[in-house]
């Protein structure tokens, strides 16, 4: 059972002892060029590779699943965005499922109380700590970009003064922390994660399904998290110095300046675990939102044909063959039949006729 | 829009937008500016601290240095050589950096960071352009 | 069956805990009641599906063919290419757990590996295994397994314990939705023949005589001329149904299951009292068939190939006899299928009309390709229009509450329409919990072929969240009656009502209108389509029926 996470937290740890020694043995221009390269290299193709893989295979049915009423007579309220019948509505419906996580806001616990009854109460912390998680990791994200572009553009520097808005700072000679200004996506990124892997840990349903692979993506992000904290509030780094290797990076001038910190090559290293880490792994779940048949087609399949691109004729029961069967009990009641049977020369016929009823029985 | 061709739409924004730094630059050198020192910084040699502890870790001890003064009435520094100094960002700092745009400015417009030092310390005499 | 099931009171001691071993790891322990027999072999064969032989699931021995991990393995391949539902949902999940209190069938079990994340697992073991290098390295620590006869019987006796009902599909982040890995899975089982036979045999016989029943012609129209005299006994009037007519305007085809069980039979004869007070009144010109004579569609359960054989008949007969559109009954699989396959695998029926009430001239546009439409949007908009001549007084002893059926629900989307006929018919309307109904609804525990009688254990703990808001209404409401729209609901409902809630009955919504609906010259009514007594309308019934 404990196999499952502590396989994934040795890895990581294994990672973290790659980095460190690594760079001990003076493998910056490793770790901080060809690896970050690779990785984003990886990261791209990867995952271009991944979604075409998907496009690849046919979407042979129209099968949403209905989430509401759906569009019929004028006087039944459509339930737009839970049923959409129209290519904007899903439009609609997907960024709901993709901005807020819709699907997931529903959840419910159910609850099994005594006499026998069962409940369903709105559980919205899965919903909280999801959305908590992405947004910090977006903002995080859109932060980092203050290390990849020169002069920073003013939406990272927007960011940056929204994510700052608290100021904490704690000054003493033996512990210092919050100069230079805490962004808050950090710490909630560390907390979501921490989060996400303690119910992991304590909810047993949870506990069951989780592989190695759920564990491990969190672990990681755990460390680039604590990397990264560590590296802007507790053990300093010279930032100049890390954009001028971050910047020849994506300048092309790749350089490896005096003075980055150790630390510093872990986070990336982390980094670009991650990012080759990614086409491999469930983390897709960001390409494969846009593909979920359930969730990205319109509702009106009885409005519009869809057609299947690998429809193929089958063999069918026509009612040719079914009249011929049953032909003399439908005359008999009174159906009207197709081919009435020619009165009497038939009887020759009727040995032929024989075989098929002989199934007959095994029916019943 | 067929199917396919908006899978391919989507592919290529999301190259666009993860290779964002790649081409927002357009590949133009953005080396880390270079350290400006002022003759008398030059000629003091040493500052408070080691160059490296000032790089990573300046702002915090210019926050220890603002508690120090302004709460306790504290205005002596004792570095760890054992030197004493004046606690003073304006007088004491700025006094051998009096290039501020060239010395402060430049480097914090690379990291991106914008310090509320100014916030107070906008009129220092001592500044020269 | 019955004496061997546990009582409610143990029945509902459900253990949520999962157990000490991982799930990879604990071996699937075949239960008797929570399985159904396998298929006849002549069922099988009829419709010319693989490797037909006896066998039994709970021998050592399942008689597969010698090849059988190759023929799955080329399966799976076959389909990731077919179905990019089925490729995206084996890649994208991230066992974040938000569906594994959703699935009925985890709740009333209390099986961990009824989660539905879990039974999708089954498959995406052997996926990651078979299909991903990653998987095949990390191994079982990943959750990657390759295909053995162990897990095969896993795959078999889970994927019969699956009603494909979509409940995870609406939490889950991605949409990803159990029941089309559910269909998936059970193709595959078909390939190498280990099919159920409560599913087999129905499509054995839906293929031959038209219903799953093996209902043959004379013996259809036999029923329902008993209906006709039933009806003739309760209202006075009698009405005259219309077989395999060409050149109709409408053809009308609902599950077979309403015309050979109660209380399905009740809404059958609804339907047939609605059609004739509309003929009488309106000229309507509507014909039933005896060889398209299902609605309800077990292919679904088998295969698509199978599905589209079986559902072929619908436009094969619409065209033959020349209708302008098709009138579907209340059914739940039958119009998943109508709903979102049938267009698709036998249109595109330009042999047809777009759909138009003949009665109120209102054009059903959301049909207008499929040609097909639902019985509640019809007689919903007769009401609407005042077409109905209609006395609810007639239903006052019932407190209704209405089911969602599954099918209909995440799979069409029609919830107003049935609410809005039942509220026009009936005075006592009461809704369950709003966790348990509309897109939310729990499935009856029976459905995708389990309503089988050897399972009736797993019918009823499946069943059990149903009839647990069934149960709530009941003793807030004193609701007695259980409306739905769908056959397997009607056969499924009563058996888990008598277990869990026996006060509560089941109807259809079309048994609810034809009691309401006057017919010109009728009798007292004093009795309805159940021949009980109406309350209130007691004193001259007793006089009444005994002329």
């Known amino acids: 059972m404990n196999a499952r996470y502590m396989v994934s937290l040795v890895t990581v740890i294994v990672l973290f002892l790659i980095a460190w020694a690594g760079t001990a043995l003076g493998l910056q221009v490793l770790f901080g060029i060809i690896i970050p390269y690779a990785a984003l290299l990886l990261f791209i193709v990867g995952f271009i590779y991944r979604v075409m893989n998907w496009s690849r295979s046919a979407v042979p049915f129209r099968i949403p699943t209905t989430g509401g009423q759906h569009k019929s007579l004028p006087w039944f309220t459509h339930a737009q965005f839970d049923c959409p019948a129209t290519k904007w509505q899903v439009v609609v419906r997907m960024a709901l499922e993709i901005l807020t996580f819709r699907s997931l806001f529903r959840n419910t616990r159910m609850k099994l109380k005594e006499g026998g009854r069962l409940s369903y109460q709105l559980e919205i912390f899965l919903w909280v700590g999801a959305l908590a998680f992405h947004y910090a990791f977006l903002a995080v994200l859109i932060r980092h970009l203050r290390f990849f572009t020169e002069p920073v553009p003013f939406f990272v520097q927007l960011i940056e003064n929204i994510d700052s808005f608290f100021r904490v700072e704690i000054i003493y000679p033996v512990f210092k922390f919050g100069i230079p200004g805490v962004f808050v996506s950090g710490i909630v990124l560390l907390l979501a994660v921490a989060y996400l892997f303690l119910r992991r840990i304590f909810t047993p349903q949870v506990r069951y399904i989780s592989l190695a692979s759920d564990y491990f993506p969190l672990f990681l992000i755990f460390g680039i998290a604590l990397t990264g904290i560590l590296m802007r509030y507790i053990t300093k780094i010279d930032v100049t110095s890390a954009k001028a290797l971050t910047m020849g990076l994506v300048t092309f001038r790749p350089t490896i300046p005096e003075g980055v910190g150790t630390i510093f090559y872990i986070h990336l290293f982390f980094v670009s675990v991650l990012l080759a880490y990614f086409p491999f792994s469930k983390l897709m779940h960001l390409g494969g939102i846009f593909l979920s048949p359930t969730r990205n087609l319109t509702t009106d399949t009885r409005t519009k044909r869809h057609v299947n691109p690998w429809n193929y004729p089958v063999p069918v029961h026509t009612y040719e063959e079914y009249e011929d069967e049953f032909r003399d009990k439908m005359i008999e009641v009174g159906l009207p039949v197709e081919k009435m049977p020619e009165p009497e020369p038939v009887k020759e016929d009727a040995p032929a006729k024989d075989e098929t009823p002989a199934e007959e029985e095994e029916k019943e | 829009m067929s199917e396919k061709k908006l899978i391919i739409l989507g592919l290529i924004i999301f190259v666009v937008i993860v290779t964002f730094p790649l081409w927002y630059n357009r590949g133009k050198a953005a080396p880390a500016p270079e350290r400006i020192l002022t003759d008398k910084a030059k000629a003091a040699k040493v500052c408070v601290r080691s160059t490296d502890y000032m790089k990573a870790e300046h702002m915090q001890l210019l926050d220890l240095w603002r508690d120090s003064v302004v709460r306790q009435g504290t205005r002596i520094y004792v570095s760890p050589s054992g030197k004493e100094y004046n606690m003073s960002l304006s007088n004491r700092c700025l006094d051998c950096h009096s290039n501020k745009a060239e010395f402060c400015d430049r480097c914090h417009n690379y990291a991106s960071v914008r310090p509320y030092c100014w916030d107070c310390h906008i009129d220092n005499p001592k500044e020269t352009s | 069956?019955?004496?061997?099931?546990?009582?409610?009171?143990?029945?509902?001691?459900?253990?949520?805990?999962?157990?000490?071993?991982?799930?990879?790891?604990?071996?699937?322990?075949?239960?008797?009641?929570?399985?159904?027999?396998?298929?006849?072999?002549?069922?099988?064969?009829?419709?010319?599906?693989?490797?037909?032989?006896?066998?039994?699931?709970?021998?050592?021995?399942?008689?597969?063919?010698?090849?059988?991990?190759?023929?799955?393995?080329?399966?799976?391949?076959?389909?990731?290419?077919?179905?990019?539902?089925?490729?995206?949902?084996?890649d994208i999940c991230v066992r974040c757990g938000a569906c594994a209190d959703k699935c009925h069938y985890f709740i009333g079990t209390g099986d961990p590996k009824n989660m539905p994340v879990l039974r999708a697992e089954l498959l995406r073991s052997v996926y990651r295994n078979d299909f991903t290098r990653a998987g095949r390295i990390l191994g079982k620590l990943n959750g990657a397994r390759p295909m053995s006869l162990d897990v095969l019987k896993e795959w078999w006796y889970y994927l019969f314990q699956c009603s494909e009902c979509r409940r995870c599909s609406v939490f889950c982040p991605y949409g990803i939705d159990t029941a089309e890995i559910t269909i998936m899975g059970r193709e595959l089982l078909n390939l190498i023949g280990l099919n159920i036979d409560w599913i087999a045999t129905p499509v054995a016989n839906c293929y031959r005589t038209g219903n799953h029943l093996g209902i043959q012609p004379h013996a259809f129209i036999d029923m329902l001329d008993f209906f006709v005299d039933d009806i003739e006994e309760v209202t006075g009037v009698r009405v005259e149904p219309q077989f395999n007519k060409k050149g109709a305007d409408i053809l009308f085809i609902t599950p077979s299951g309403d015309v050979f069980a109660d209380p399905g039979t009740y809404t059958c004869m609804g339907y047939m009292m609605l059609f004739h007070y509309l003929q009488e009144k309106y000229g309507f010109d509507i014909t039933w068939s005896t060889y398209a004579s299902e609605g309800g569609n077990f292919g679904f359960f088998t295969s698509h190939e199978t599905m589209k054989r079986l559902n072929s008949k619908m436009y094969a007969e619409a065209k033959r006899l020349g209708v302008k559109w098709i009138l579907g009954g209340e059914c739940g699989h039958m119009w998943r299928v109508i709903n979102q396959y049938m267009d698709t695998m036998n249109g595109p029926a330009d042999f047809l009309e777009e759909p138009v009430s003949p009665i109120t001239g209102t054009k059903f546009e959301n049909a207008k390709s499929t040609k097909m439409v639902h019985i509640t949007e019809f007689t919903a908009d007769l009401i609407k229009h005042g077409k109905l001549d209609l006395d609810p007084s007639r239903n006052d002893h019932l407190k209704v509450t209405y089911h969602d059926s599954c099918n209909t629900s995440r799979g069409m989307g029609i919830f107003d329409e049935p609410r809005y006929v039942i509220q026009n018919v009936c005075n006592h309307f009461y809704e369950m919990p709003a966790n348990t109904i509309r897109e939310n609804t729990f499935c009856c525990g029976s459905g995708a072929g389990l309503n089988a009688g050897e399972d009736m254990e797993l019918r009823l703990t499946g069943g059990l969240p149903r009839a647990n808001a069934v149960k709530y209404v009941h003793e807030k409401h004193g609701v007695n009656m259980l409306a739905c729209i769908c056959a397997i609901d009607r056969a499924a409902l009563p058996p888990l009502m008598d277990y869990w809630v026996p006060e509560v009955n089941v109807t259809g919504v079309h048994e609810l209108v034809a009691n309401a609906l006057n017919l010109a010259g009728q009798n007292d009514r004093t009795i309805d389509l159940r021949h009980e007594d109406l309350p209130g309308i007691e004193g001259e019934s007793e006089e009444e029926a005994d002329e």
């Open chain 3, 1 to 90: 069956m019955a004496e061997e099931l546990p009582k409610p009171e143990e029945l509902i001691q459900i253990q949520h805990h999962s157990p000490k071993t991982d799930w990879i790891s604990t071996p699937t322990n075949i239960r008797k009641g929570m399985y159904c027999y396998a298929s006849n072999p002549k069922s099988v064969e009829y419709v010319g599906l693989p490797n037909a032989r006896e066998w039994n699931p709970m021998e050592e021995d399942w008689k597969l063919p010698e090849n059988w991990q190759e023929i799955i393995h080329q399966g799976f391949k076959e389909r990731l290419e077919r179905f990019r539902s089925f490729k995206v949902f084996m």
